[in-house]
């Protein structure tokens, strides 16, 4: 069964330090992973899109690492900021003709960083 | 920037009734999409559309949903006879294109309470 596993579930994180969120997946065959940020109550927005060639993503103070051997992957934030305060979920989307359809959305870990 | 935008950011309604969401892609977009999200619960995929007519749906969307895309601009998701458990968020995105490495675009939100 195609699933997006993501840990931890929440964390709280002081201000200023990093943070490494974990994806496992088992969504085959696969064609690419994405991050995205969801604020409270508001629409996700993308930080990255991985496909299976590439093994890191950076976009600011975020970087994506993919492992498509051990179907794992990580978003690292460095140097947090109050802002960060949001889930972050990991989408994998099975290569089944180029669907958006076939994306398979994790339950997204939920970040609170604190002054 | 651009940007999808929908209509109404929440709205109440008793069980039975119709509801209509509207959503706004961004104007050069080719495919559109709904998703739900229930409280505390990940991202569900419900429909996709492109050419004017569905491209794929989920089990979710099943005869009580509607997607319809009236003039240039407007894509709607009518739900026929509302039930308690459709009480989510609702959230439309669009994409360029289905390539699998398109980037997506979500709305943020309409939020349905059913009661």
């Known amino acids: 069964k195609n699933q997006v596993e993501q840990s931890p579930q929440s964390l709280i994180i002081l201000e200023g330090k990093n943070c490494t969120l974990q994806?496992?997946?088992?969504?085959?065959?696969?064609?690419?992973l994405r991050w995205y940020k969801q604020d409270t109550g508001r629409g996700p927005v993308s930080l990255t899109i991985m496909t299976f060639s590439e093994n890191t993503k950076s976009n600011g103070r975020y970087t994506a690492t993919l492992d498509a051997d051990t179907k794992q992957s990580s978003l690292h934030i460095t140097a947090s900021q109050l802002s960060d305060s949001a889930s972050y979920i990991c989408?994998?989307?099975?290569?089944?003709?180029?669907?958006?359809?076939?994306?398979?959305f994790g339950k997204g870990t939920k970040l609170s960083v604190k002054p | 920037e651009p940007e999808v935008t929908q209509t109404p950011s929440h709205q109440v309604t008793q069980m039975g009734q119709e509801v209509i969401l509207r959503c706004v892609p961004i104007s050069n977009h080719l495919y559109f999409y709904w998703y739900r999200q229930i409280l505390g619960q990940k991202v569900e995929f419900l429909v996709s559309?492109?050419?004017?007519?569905?491209?794929?749906k989920s089990e979710i969307f099943d005869d009580q949903f509607s997607v319809e895309r009236p003039d240039g601009s407007n894509f709607t998701l009518k739900i026929r006879s509302t039930k308690l458990e459709d009480s989510a968020m609702y959230f439309c995105a669009s994409s360029e294109a289905s390539q699998s490495a398109g980037e997506l675009f979500f709305g943020e939100g309409s939020r349905l309470t059913v009661l």
């Open positions: 989408v994998v989307m099975g290569n089944y003709g180029g669907s958006q359809g076939n994306l398979i």
């Open positions: 559309f492109y050419n004017n007519e569905i491209s794929e």
């Open positions: 994806c496992n997946y088992t969504v085959s065959p696969f064609s690419n």
